[in-house]
């Protein structure tokens, strides 16, 4: 298989299972501090699954696969943070 095929599935194996993750804490009895203190961890959780998968695998460099999950994870929180700029202009 193609590495970056593989990239791009672990990818999305991460974020459908961040956003599944995310949706059942929000529907949940838990409280809204615990909810928040959850949910940011759990997407480190769930990138480390997907790009470990890969380098166990050995279909990705070790390196490779932390530089992409940072790449991705800094891309996030920076969409989020822009996002929110937008709403206080308003």
Known sequence: ???NVALLQALFFALAGW???CYRIT?????LRLRRLVIVPLWF???AVALGGLVFQGTLA???????GMAVTIGMAMTLVARRGKRRVR
Do not use: I, N, Q
């Open 27 to 31: 529907h949940s009895r838990l409280g």
């Open 45 to 47: 959780v769930w990138m």
């Open 62 to 68: 070790p390196m490779h696969a932390l530089s992409t």
């Open 19 to 21: 956003v599944a993750c």
């Open 1 to 3: 298989m193609d590495p």
